[in-house]
């Protein structure tokens, strides 16, 4: 069975650091996705990662995917206070089903 | 334009009651999801349907029905409930091919008294 794990699970930072947030999965699969979810609201799509080696940035997020080392990582260059949020890697693992990680749940202070 | 809403938004009710959750997206996808979310905040898959039909039946009581009447609506019936029910439930959607992400909506918060 596949499992996902995500760390830090809570990640405290000043404005303006740079952290990563790191996505672990047992099984093969080259499908990652990266959610936000801020609290008592719904899931938003931030990265799809399709193959090895893929990169995608947006504003201060980057997302990247080695397959064979199965991590994905999250980076935040120079965090402003609006990144706070609970941040979610998810694996596609055969028709369509999403694993997903435990969440990261980043808190950006002034 | 909501793409994927779920009615109702809160449900507060009691042990034994039978309630159900209402899900419709008009994005066009054919595949449907529903998700629970406990208070650590784990999401996990409960039931997917393409196309009216049942692809993903997770480990979960048969107290928890899905009905799919057509490709843009799927319910989540569930009877007498229990304080371990207690969750946000969501539902998804996406288009059948891969590759792309799903689209959650805003939730449906249910507290068992």
């Known amino acids: 069975e596949l499992k996902v794990e995500q760390n830090p699970l809570f990640l405290s930072m000043q404005e303006g650091k740079n952290y990563t947030i790191y996505c672990n999965y047992s099984?093969?699969?080259?499908?990652l996705y990266w959610y936000r979810q801020d609290p008592g609201k719904s899931l938003e799509s931030l990265f799809v990662?399709?193959?090895?080696?893929a990169v995608k940035q947006e504003g201060r997020l980057m997302a990247s995917l080695d397959t064979k080392a199965r991590l994905s990582t999250l980076h935040i260059t120079a965090a402003v206070h609006d990144l706070s949020a609970t941040y979610f890697c998810?694996?596609?693992?055969?028709?369509?089903?999403?694993?997903f990680g435990q969440g990261t749940r980043l808190t950006i202070n002034p | 334009d909501t793409a994927v809403s779920q009615t109702p938004k809160y449900l507060v009710t009691q042990m034994g009651n039978d309630k159900s959750i209402k899900c419709e997206q008009n994005?066009?996808?054919?595949?449907m999801y529903w998700y629970k979310q406990d208070s650590k905040k784990f999401l996990k898959i409960m039931f997917s349907?393409?196309?009216?039909?049942?692809?993903i039946n997770e480990t979960v009581p048969n107290r928890f029905s899905p009905k799919s009447p057509d490709k843009a609506h799927l319910n989540l019936h569930i009877n007498s409930l229990e304080l371990g029910d207690s969750a946000v439930y969501f539902c998804?959607?996406?288009?059948?091919?891969?590759?792309?992400?799903?689209?959650f909506g805003d939730g449906t918060r249910l507290s068992i008294l």
């Open positions: 349907y393409n196309n009216k039909e049942l692809i």
């Open positions: 994005l066009g996808h054919d595949t």
């Open positions: 998810a694996v596609e693992w055969g028709a369509q089903k999403l694993v």
């Open positions: 099984t093969t699969s080259d499908r």
């Open positions: 998804a959607s996406s288009p059948m091919m891969g590759n792309q992400p799903q689209h």
């Open positions: 990662l399709l193959s090895n080696g």
